[in-house]
């Protein structure tokens, strides 16, 4: 014998019905399901929710794609690229590739997924225009919702992914380093220098734990985003996790990329530029809010009081 919740008894007391065979046990399931459904509906409109409500549309009438088509077809220029995702269409078709085995999604029998090419250029149009979801639902037709599950899914590909293979600290020897020091004295005119590293204030919505931490000095929340880049402005190192109060002298000091240049892991290479000085090693160059270390080199305090320690300064701020 098995209790069941009658449906018209259901809050009031149980009858048992037989366990004989499987068609009872499905009858004795259908009334148990039907009394569950009823009760939950009364509940319901009691709390003012409608559960009966349905999708009145997938795609809100009147919003259209026919920009991204346009692109996407080759019927506008090619500059478009450039434009609204600051790549050119041979790069935006490259990263395309690469994310494709991560990001692609399949149709089902109510439409189609939406392509790899819509979702990096929607990822790259809502990062190059300070992130505004409407705007970017608006000129690809499709959900806020939808963009907003796009941006984390492409985001978190390209983190995971890609990160790892291209943002890399020249560790491998001394070759790698040698060849980061010529290109950026040829073109920057610095000897000895591998890259330049800076912070940025990254704009977040107000934390719920400990939101103070993350105020920045223009009184906005956000993280503050360590960077160093090459001669060729290629990412080689980005630290994603400090709040925005932190200096940035103390985010490079407790970064992996201080310590490497500590403990010569990144190889110092050290090299003799005037004859009567000692060999220096490879460093970074940095703003003043960095500290003037061994591999780290920074203008001078209010900008030099020489012509030739100004002149320094704004090399180095060229660079």
């Known amino acids: ?44 409109s009691k709390r003012g929710i409608n559960l009966k409500a349905r999708r009145r549309y997938w ?23 450039k434009e609204n995702f600051r790549m050119n269409k041979t790069n935006f078709h490259t990263l395309c590739g690469e994310l494709r085995p991560f990001i692609t999604r399949q149709d089902t029998n109510m439409r189609e997924c939406i392509t790899v090419e819509t979702q990096v250029a929607v990822l790259l149009y809502y990062v190059s ?6 705007k970017t639902a608006n000129a690809f037709g499709i959900s806020r919702a939808s963009v907003s599950i796009i941006i984390r899914r492409v985001s978190r590909a390209i983190t995971q992914h890609l990160g790892p293979k291209y943002i890399v600290l020249p560790t491998s020897g001394e070759e790698a380093v040698k060849d980061l020091v010529s ?81 010569h892991t990144i190889p110092p290479c050290p090299r003799k530029l005037l004859d009567d000085e ?14 003037l270390l061994p591999y780290i080199m920074k203008e001078y305090v209010g900008g030099g009081s020489t012509c030739q320690e100004q002149y320094f300064g704004l090399t180095l701020c060229r660079a």
């Open 129 to 134: 225009d300070e992130g505004r979801l409407r």
């Open 183 to 263: 290109n950026f004295q040829q073109r920057h005119g610095f000897p000895q220098c591998i890259g330049a590293v800076d912070g940025t204030h990254i704009d977040i919505k107000q934390p719920s734990k400990q939101s103070t931490d993350y105020i920045n000095r223009k009184s906005r929340y956000s993280l503050n985003v360590q960077a160093a880049c090459d001669y060729r402005y290629c990412f080689m190192d980005v630290v994603v996790k400090w709040p925005g109060s932190v200096h940035d002298a103390r985010v490079f000091s407790n970064s992996k990329l201080s310590q490497y240049l500590k403990d």
């Open 278 to 291: 000692d060999a220096i090693g490879v460093f970074l160059l940095g703003d003043p809010a960095y500290p």
């Open 1 to 44: 014998m098995w209790p069941v919740r009658s449906p018209d008894k259901q809050l009031r007391g149980y009858v048992t019905m037989p366990n004989s065979d499987q068609q009872q046990m499905s009858e004795m399931m259908r009334w148990y399901l039907m009394g569950r459904q009823d009760y939950i509906q009364r509940l319901s």
């Open 59 to 81: 795609v809100r009438p009147g919003r259209t794609s026919v920009w991204w088509d346009n692109i996407r077809k080759g019927v506008s220029l090619d500059i478009e690229y």
